[in-house]
């Protein structure tokens, strides 16, 4: 083999040495975490998906701010107000209305709450490491601490 492709295939082999320690561990886990605003995430996870659930009550508050009290006036406000939602905001409204059918095939009777692999959920924290503490004491059939 020349020197040329051993610095190629170096990086490889490097990359499948130093992984091998984390892929030899648990295997990933899919994480889903159910919150609102005033629950904000804690710590972070390689497959983590975040559902703000509460996104769609808060812009229907916004776009109901200070409306005028005619009716027909008050249409064309939101309507005014609805075109000029930009595209993060579509997909925030997308990510809410995902979260909250998440949560109904879930069977999700609260929030927050962090679900393992679409079947095991922990309520009322979002903080991933001590949920996933809590998920894997679970699974190994030890009692809560």
């Known amino acids: 083999m020349n020197i040329a492709k051993s610095h190629r295939l170096f990086p490889i082999i490097l ?3 130093l992984c091998e320690p984390i892929l030899a561990g648990e295997p990933l886990t899919a994480i889903e ?15 983590i ?8 009550a808060r812009l229907q508050q916004a ?14 406000t939101v309507l005014q107000r609805f075109q000029r939602l930009d595209r993060q905001l579509s997909g ?19 929030y927050p709450a962090i679900v393992f692999d679409g079947r095991a959920v ?7 490491q001590a949920a996933t503490q809590r998920y894997r004491q679970w699974q190994a059939g030890e009692p809560r601490s």
């Open 33 to 47: 975490v159910f919150t609102d605003a005033l629950n904000p995430v804690a710590g972070r996870a390689a497959t």
């Open 63 to 76: 776009l109901s701010k200070d409306l005028p009290s005619d009716p027909e006036a008050a249409k064309q």
């Open 49 to 56: 998906t975040v559902y703000h659930i509460d996104r769609i």
């Open 122 to 128: 922990v309520y009322g924290i979002t903080d991933i």
């Open 15 to 17: 990359a499948g040495v």
């Open 92 to 110: 925030e409204l997308e990510n809410a209305a995902n979260g909250l059918l998440k949560a109904k095939q879930y069977g999700i009777d609260r």
